[in-house]
Every structure is written in C-alpha cells, then in structure tokens.
Nanobody, 125 residues
Framework: QLQLVESGGGSVQPGGSLRLSCTSS????????VGWFRQAPGKEREGVSH????????NYANSVKGRFTISRDNAKNTVYLQMNSLKPDDTAVYYC??????????????????WGQGTQVTVSS
C-alpha cells in the first residue's frame, strides 16, 4: 500500500519556525513530484508548495512565498517544508501528496495521487 507520512508539526508562537517532513511507505519518492497542502477548519484544502522529483523545480503559493522553503533529499526518501515567520493564518493541518512524474505544474489537490494523514500546525501567542 502506498502511503505518505508527515511529521514535524506542533505549536509555535507567531514569528516562529517549524520544519515538516514527508516520507513514503511502500514506494520511493525518487520518481514522484511532491506537494504540500494545508486545510484550516471550515476551509478548502489549498496548495502550499510543490517540488519536482529532482528538486530542481519548485513553486509556492503567494501566501507563503518568501517564508516557506520546500526541499527534498532523495537519498533519505524525504521531502521537507521549512516554515519561517509563521503567522496565525498558517494554522492548519498540513498534508504532503505525491504524483508520479518528474515535474508537476499545479497546486490543485486533484492532480495528486497519494496522500498522507496530515500533521497539525498551530500558530498562536
């Protein structure tokens, strides 16, 4: 069974940082593009960032550009989301998702095949 597992969520004060990790079970991420998504209570799931299978291509939602950085270490079968300068509006459950292929050009959740269970990020003073 193909699964993704997120970790690294938690509670931080505004301005703080967290690093989320996403690793796979049942397959390797080498040939998958990966995206990070988030869903706040009462809101639709939204795309945050995505990265190509090699890591050479990345993209970010405007709301996180300049604060979040996506990266991957294929030797460790892990994709990361470094989140800096966190704001209360960043509070959500964060999910990683993967799709076969080298490059993906969309942050639409419908384009991704394999999903994790999510990790909670809470930004509050």
């Amino acid at each position: 069974q193909l699964q993704l597992v997120e970790s690294g969520g938690g509670s931080v004060q505004p301005g703080g940082s967290l690093r989320l990790s996403c690793t796979s079970s049942g397959f390797t991420l080498d040939y998958y593009a990966v995206g990070w998504f988030r869903q706040a209570p009462g809101k639709e799931r939204e795309g945050v960032s995505h990265i190509s299978s090699s890591g050479s291509s990345t993209n970010y939602a405007n709301s996180v550009k300049g604060r979040f950085t996506i990266s991957r270490d294929n030797a460790k079968n892990t994709v990361y989301l470094q989140m800096n300068s966190l704001k209360p509006d960043d509070t959500a459950v964060y999910y990683c998702a993967a799709v076969p292929g080298t490059v993906i050009t969309t942050l639409s959740p419908k384009a991704y095949d394999v999903w994790g269970q999510g990790t909670q990020v809470t930004v509050s003073s």
